[in-house]
């Protein structure tokens, strides 16, 4: 099972909205829908931010959102703030296992 | 509140063994899964597998299957990640996590980290 594909940079200025993409296969992406998104600031252990392509966990910005098209999931940070800068990780199912992205680092300039 | 609290730093040679845990409270631990991530030094997360404490049920990445043994004691809350032969390509941070079923739902908890150094 091979990881997801996602951009290993984004970047943007306070205020503005980014989008970061999550290609799989209809084996995974596609095929389910059950992507979840991570962000691990550094030095720190992951955090949810996203669930079942679009839910938020309880005490998550509304300012993330997520969607899925075909076989490509992404993630959506509006009104970018600098404590948004970290790694983001989508995650897949596969029937029974589960697959992850490469990571994407995003900047806040 | 729901905690998984890992074991700490280990520094290894090839060749040994070795056991890290990931202890839980502040929740039913039979009736949740957890499962282990490897993070290998500046890079991505790897799903490794996962165990249903209930009835020991394990699951593995194709990537990780034969290589690591994960269990758990359910008298202490307890999973492990388990080498028998450690390789200096195991020098990463795990992190255990858990899951409330094998059908997809997200890991809505992620411990500290044990960071696991293998080096001669």
């Known amino acids: 099972q091979s990881a997801l594909t996602q951009p290993a940079s984004v970047s943007g200025s306070p205020g503005q909205s980014i989008t970061i993409s999550c290609t799989g296969t209809s084996n995974d992406v596609g095929g389910y829908n059950l992507v979840s998104w991570y962000q691990q600031h550094p030095d720190k252990a992951p955090k949810l931010i996203i669930y079942?392509?679009?839910k938020r966990p309880s005490g998550i910005s509304n300012r993330f959102s997520g969607s899925k098209s075909g076989n490509t999931a992404s993630l959506t940070i509006s009104g970018l703030q600098t404590e948004d800068e970290a790694d983001y990780y989508c995650c897949s199912y596969v029937g029974s296992i589960w697959v992850f992205g490469g990571g994407t680092k995003l900047t806040v300039l | 509140e729901v905690q998984l609290v890992q074991s700490g730093a280990e520094v290894k040679k090839p060749g040994e063994s070795l056991k890290i845990s990931c202890r839980a409270s502040?929740?039913?631990?039979?009736?949740?899964?957890i499962g282990w991530v490897r993070q290998m030094p500046g890079k991505g997360l790897e799903w490794m597998g996962i165990?249903?404490?209930?009835?020991?049920?394990?699951r593995y990445s194709p990537s990780f299957q034969g290589q690591v043994t994960i269990s758990t004691d359910k008298s202490i809350s307890t999973a492990y990640l388990q080498w028998s032969n450690l390789k200096a390509s195991d020098t990463a941070m795990y992190y255990c996590?858990?899951?409330?079923?094998?059908?997809?739902?997200?890991?809505?908890?992620w411990g500290q980290g044990t960071l696991v150094t293998v080096s001669s």
């Open positions: 165990i249903y404490p209930g009835d020991s049920d394990t």
């Open positions: 502040g929740y039913s631990f039979s009736s949740y899964w």
């Open positions: 996590v858990r899951a409330s079923t094998i059908r997809g739902d997200p890991f809505d908890s």
């Open positions: 079942d392509v679009s």
